[in-house]
């Protein structure tokens, strides 16, 4: 796989239009000013993290006895529960946050960016050749950089669709949500039978 190929892989994987109406979702009833603040500081701990799984992911899963497996199973279980809220809204919203309450690292860094899926996939890439650590870095930056440009650009989309609009899309993407979730949480469960 070529550095390009992995980067759109990497960008595919991410999701970053998929992704848009839970975080205008969960960022709805913060001030716009500090609404682009948290985005920044989201998308900056999602790069961390998922720098972090590129060079050392597997050591870390080795050193804790986790397997990859159980990041996907983790991962479902949380995108479940996000999934549900989205379809039947509460008054802490999608991720039971007070009004005017800000998200720190979950649901919007993990795992709606540096989700199960991109941490097993720089896993794998790492392992697949890890004389191309360059490359991969270059192919990751480049899949952030396009997922951040669309999601710091999100509040355009909430002008343009208005608030029904995105409580349509909202409920909508939360059933695609749900689905994705049991995926990757049958994913997860028949990997780990498949291996043991």
Same mark, same amino acid.
């Given at each position: 796989?070529?550095?390009? &190929?992995?980067?759109?892989?990497? =960008?595919?994987?991410? $999701?970053?239009?998929?992704?848009?109406?839970? +975080?205008?979702?969960?960022?709805?009833?913060? %001030?716009?000013?500090?609404?682009?603040?948290?985005?920044?500081?989201?998308?900056? =701990?999602?790069?961390?993290?998922?720098?972090?799984?590129? =060079? &050392? !992911?597997?050591?870390?899963? $080795? =050193?804790? *006895?986790?397997?990859?497996?159980?990041?996907?199973?983790?991962?479902?279980?949380?995108?479940?529960?996000?999934?549900?809220?989205?379809?039947? @809204?509460?008054?802490?919203?999608?991720?039971?946050?007070? $009004?005017? %309450? %800000? @998200? +720190?690292?979950? @649901?919007?860094?993990?795992?709606?960016?540096? !989700? @199960?899926?991109?941490?097993?996939?720089?896993?794998?890439?790492?392992?697949? $050749?890890?004389?191309?650590?360059?490359?991969? &870095?270059?192919?990751?930056?480049?899949?952030?950089?396009? *997922?951040?440009?669309?999601?710091?650009?999100?509040?355009?989309?909430?002008?343009?669709?208005?608030?029904?609009?995105?409580?349509?899309? %909202?409920?909508?993407? !939360? #059933?695609?949500?749900? #689905?994705?979730?049991?995926?990757? +949480?049958?994913?997860?469960? !028949?990997? /780990? /039978?498949?291996? &043991?």
């Amino acid at each position: 796989m070529d550095t390009w &190929s992995a980067a759109v892989t990497l =960008f595919l994987i991410m $999701d970053p239009l998929g992704n848009l109406p839970v +975080f205008l979702s969960v960022l709805k009833k913060i %001030e716009p000013k500090r609404r682009r603040i948290i985005l920044a500081r989201e998308l900056v =701990f999602s790069l961390v993290i998922m720098m972090v799984f590129l =060079f &050392s !992911g597997q050591a870390v899963l $080795d =050193f804790l *006895s986790v397997k990859q497996q159980a990041v996907s199973i983790a991962g479902g279980i949380i995108l479940f529960l996000i999934g549900i809220r989205m379809i039947f @809204p509460q008054p802490g919203g999608v991720v039971g946050l007070a $009004d005017g %309450e %800000e @998200p +720190f690292l979950v @649901p919007l860094a993990i795992p709606m960016i540096a !989700g @199960p899926s991109i941490l097993a996939a720089l896993i794998l890439l790492a392992n697949q $050749d890890p004389t191309r650590m360059t490359d991969w &870095s270059i192919a990751l930056l480049s899949a952030w950089g396009v *997922s951040a440009a669309i999601l710091m650009f999100s509040s355009n989309l909430h002008r343009v669709l208005g608030e029904r609009g995105l409580t349509a899309i %909202e409920r909508l993407m !939360g #059933m695609i949500l749900i #689905m994705i979730s049991v995926q990757m +949480f049958l994913d997860g469960v !028949g990997n /780990y /039978y498949s291996l &043991s």
